[in-house]
T-cell receptor
Framework: GAGVSQSPSNKVTEKGKDVELRCDPI?????LYWYRQSLGQGLEFLIY????????KSGLPSDRFSAERTGGSVSTLTIQRTQQEDSAVYLC??????????????FGQGTRLTVV | AQKITQTQPGMFVQEKEAVTLDCTYD???????LFWYKQPSSGEMIFLIY??????QNATEGRYSLNFQKARKSANLVISASQLGDSAMYFC?????????????FGKGTRLHILP
């Protein structure tokens, strides 16, 4: 696709349920990032992938959060046993390597998660 | 650890005036990249400008320029001749050297209001 695609765009779930958020990066982009943004706040880093491996998982808030990336392309962020504090916009971004340097990140439109 | 600091939570500027948004950073890595993003009320993240730590000249993109002062670890964004459409949230971001600390971290942002 032309840009980073995230689905669903909106998700309302009941507390305690599991949710999966999907990110389809720009074709050829090797790096993929997940962020969380609460209302009116900055971007909280969650995890990033280089290819299929995740060199840095330091931002995942708890063991209820996990992410995977397969085939160096699509990534899924899974939140188990959702809590109300998980409500936020989850943003995905991707970037490619140019002369050995990762370029700027291109963002998707985000998934707005509401836990009720 | 890397850190980005934006000390101006909000700014009000008269239309057509120049604006400087402050950003300081902290890193022990000699190789890094600095970015600015704009987030309008629609929520999309729009890449504005990039500065590499080894770039000799300050980056410019149209009305945007980055005032890079490496010794002071500052990377202020300057918007010339501000327009009403510049009203948005602005985020400064940093990435470390590829394959070492390649995640992109963001500051808390500055909300810019352009007054007619």
């Amino acid at each position: 696709g032309a840009g980073v695609s995230q689905s669903p765009s909106n998700k309302v779930t009941e507390k305690g349920k599991d949710v999966e958020l999907r990110c389809d990066p720009i074709s050829g982009h090797t790096a993929l990032y997940w962020y969380r943004q609460s209302l009116g706040q900055g971007l909280e880093f969650l995890i990033y992938f280089q290819g299929n491996s995740a060199p840095d998982k330091s931002g995942l808030p708890s063991d209820r959060f996990s992410a995977e990336r397969t085939g160096g392309s699509v990534s899924t962020l899974t939140i188990q046993r959702t809590q109300q504090e998980d409500s936020a916009v989850y943003l995905c971004a991707s970037s490619f390597v140019l002369r050995g340097v990762n370029t700027e990140a291109f963002f998707g439109q985000g998934t707005r998660l509401t836990v009720v | 650890a890397q850190k980005i600091t934006q000390t101006q939570p909000g700014m009000f500027v008269q239309e057509k005036e120049a604006v400087t948004l402050d950003c300081t950073y902290d890193t022990s890595d000699p190789s890094y990249g600095l970015f600015w993003y704009k987030q309008p009320s629609s929520g999309e993240m729009i890449f504005l400008i990039y500065q590499g730590s080894y770039d000799q000249q300050n980056a410019t993109e149209g009305r945007y320029s980055l005032n890079f002062q490496k010794a002071r670890k500052s990377a202020n964004l300057v918007i010339s001749a501000s327009q009403l459409g510049d009203s948005a949230m602005y985020f400064c971001a940093m990435r470390g050297a590829m394959n070492r600390d390649d995640k992109i971290i963001f500051g808390k942002g500055t909300r810019l209001h352009i007054l007619p």
